[in-house]
């Protein structure tokens, strides 16, 4: 799952014990490798980072996702393909936002995520700091709610990244078979929400 997911799936102000701490572990988690990066954050916060990498495994050997990312390999995104169904579904949370998180729209959200990680950005992997100043000036979060987007995201990421050309067709195999995608979705969420409150 992409970052929309992760930060959702930190859980709630108003019932997760140290809240902000598992959002900072659960983002900082994106540049966090090894035992010893780990053990450098106070405990709460190792919870957000164990929370990020259970998703990630939880989501990449799940049969609902490996076959988005079968279809999608098919489509000609090759290696790839995971990282597109990763930000398709971000798309299709987004998309319907209130319909999987109806306690408050995306934007208000998106702007409350935002400000917690911007208060604690001397938390995060110096990488991390840097990406944040462009996901907040940009509006990621809420951006990820319309096609172009999408498109963006896999635009700017096959900019970055070395042999990434490829994703830059991401978004319209995606979007090419929206529907079989949605449907994957649909299904897959539960269990990954049922799934990480069993870690938790």
Known sequence: MNFLAHLLL???????????????????AEAVRGRAALAAYPPAVQRGIRLHRFIDSFTD????VRRSTAR???????????VVTDM??????????????????????????YALLQARRHELPERLQHMLQYMRRDDWLSGYAQPEGLQ?????????????DILATGAAAFLAAVAAYEADFQ??????????????
């Open 152 to 164: 963006r995201a896999l635009l700017g990421l096959s900019r970055r990244v070395p042999s990434g």
């Open 10 to 28: 930190s859980g709630s102000p108003a019932t997760t014990p140290d809240y902000e701490d598992i959002v900072v572990g659960n983002f900082a």
């Open 61 to 64: 050997t799940h049969p609902i």
């Open 88 to 113: 398709g579904y971000d798309h299709l949370l987004a998309r319907d936002f209130t319909g999987f998180h109806p306690a408050e729209p995306l934007s208000a959200f998106a702007q409350r995520q």
């Open 187 to 200: 299904e897959f969420w539960p269990e990954l929400r049922a799934g990480v409150e069993e870690f938790v």
């Open 72 to 82: 999608l390999r098919e489509a000609g995104l090759g290696k790839w393909a995971g």
